[in-house]
């Protein structure tokens, strides 16, 4: 389990949070697609990912409204963070299940969802095969 560390410990720039509860390698995907590398903070605040360039994003914990997971064989593969300003953030996170503990814990188990389960499990009746089958006998 990671450690609380105090902003002071991350160098020269000023910190969003005080204290750190999980420092991580993360990329943040700006628009989906162009793989931003850099450094995942989550605190007392807020969420912060740090590029390594000058690229970075702030999001207080009140900000965030919904936090979708696609977990797949108990790894999460990406987390999508989105915001009252209906922005979202899209991360892929190293230590991708301690990083969504803090976040549940942050901003509520109910704020937080597996998109693989939302998602709707069968077909409706009256598929592309079925109607296939009607036309062609």
């Known amino acids: 389990m990671a450690q609380a560390v105090t902003a002071a410990a991350h160098g020269a720039r000023p910190s969003f949070n005080s204290e750190v509860e999980l420092e991580t390698s993360a990329n943040c995907l700006v628009n989906g697609f162009v793989p931003k590398p850099g ?11 740090r590029g390594d360039s000058t690229f970075a994003q702030r999001v207080a914990w009140d900000d965030v409204e919904l936090v979708s997971c696609d977990i797949f064989r108990g790894h999460v593969r990406t987390m999508d963070v989105h915001t009252s300003l209906g922005d979202i953030l899209t991360f892929t996170v190293d230590d991708d ?16 969802e597996n998109v693989n389960e939302v998602a709707p499990a069968e077909q409706p009746s009256g598929g592309l095969m079925s109607r296939l089958r009607s036309i062609f006998g």
Not at 39 to 48: A, C, D, M, Q
Not at 97 to 112: N, Q, S, T, Y
């Open 97 to 112: 299940i301690e990083a969504l503990r803090a976040m549940a814990a942050h901003v509520g188990r109910d704020r937080v």
């Open 39 to 49: 450094t995942l903070y989550l605190g007392e605040r807020g969420i912060e990912f």
